[in-house]
């Protein structure tokens, strides 16, 4: 078989495989701190016919070779934590944070997950949870006489109780921050969990650090770009188009050989 059409099969994997990555980006683009990613590639191996810097005679080396690629392979899906707009909704247990770190969530199975979706709200039993019913890390709890409940940007929570003028303190919201955000592992339901690529989390007081402070009554929108996504998909299918051109044309050489030999 000709190994330009296994080239091209390469070709068209990869970029199948963008335009799947950046379907999801699309599909994402209302998801509340939704990280848009990106896929990375790289070339495989090169057939080295003939050796750069070889002795072409006794006295003289050859300035440059004869190196045969065999295509492309996707190498990863990268996430980009760039900083996504914030929504001002007045809800206020939702919370954006600006800058860097992440929400804490207990998972059913015990094991602490991580979010930038700070669309919280309250169970039957005032505690805060996410929108799939997940406990907030550290856990707080609200009592049921609450009038309201401010958040401030370092993360204390204190609420107004029937027949009190005097805010009470009910607990601190902790961020965790990571070495290598790029390297978590995204689970769905808009968490991440630690892997030995991230680093541990290093967690804090919201603002201190390093870390993000916080927005009550306000959201991160996803930081998918529509515009540039859909730049992204346009040259993607023309490089699709183009792969397939390759094995177009070297299916005519093929078919030309067999009825003219």
């Not at 999801?24 to 896929?39: D, F, I, Q």
């Not at 769905?188 to 804090?204: C, I, K, R």
């Not at 009554?217 to 390759?246: F, P």
């Amino acid at each position: 078989m000709h190994p330009a059409l296994w080239i091209s099969v390469t070709g068209l994997e990869a970029q199948n495989t963008d335009i799947r990555v950046i379907s999801n980006n699309l599909a994402n683009v209302s998801t509340t701190g939704y990280k848009k990613s990106r896929a990375v590639f790289e070339d495989l191996l090169y057939q080295n016919v003939r050796q750069p810097g070889g002795q072409s005679t006794e006295n003289t080396e050859l300035p440059s070779g004869l190196m045969l690629g065999t295509g492309v392979k996707t190498l990863a899906t990268q996430k980009i934590f760039s900083q996504g707009s914030v929504i001002n909704t007045q809800n206020q247990l939702d919370l954006a944070i600006n800058g860097k770190g992440f929400f804490q969530i207990t998972r059913p199975d015990g094991t602490i997950a991580y979010t930038r979706d700070g669309s919280f709200q309250l169970n039957s039993q005032g505690q805060i949870v996410t929108g799939n019913g997940y406990l907030l890390d550290p856990n707080i709890t609200v009592p049921d006489d609450t009038v309201s409940i401010t958040i401030g940007t370092d993360g204390i929570v204190s609420v107004l109780t029937q027949g009190n003028n005097t805010p009470q303190q009910i607990g601190n919201i902790e961020i965790s921050d990571f070495i290598n955000p790029a390297g978590l592992q995204p689970i769905g339901e808009n968490q991440y969990t630690e892997t030995a690529a991230s680093g541990t989390p290093t967690t804090g007081t919201p603002g201190l650090t390093g870390l993000g402070s916080l927005a009550q009554g306000s959201l991160e929108s996803s930081n998918v770009n529509v515009v540039e996504e859909l730049v992204r998909l346009i040259q993607t299918q023309r490089a699709y188009e183009m792969n397939a051109k390759s094995v177009e044309t070297v299916d005519g050489m093929l078919r030309y050989l067999s009825q003219n030999l």
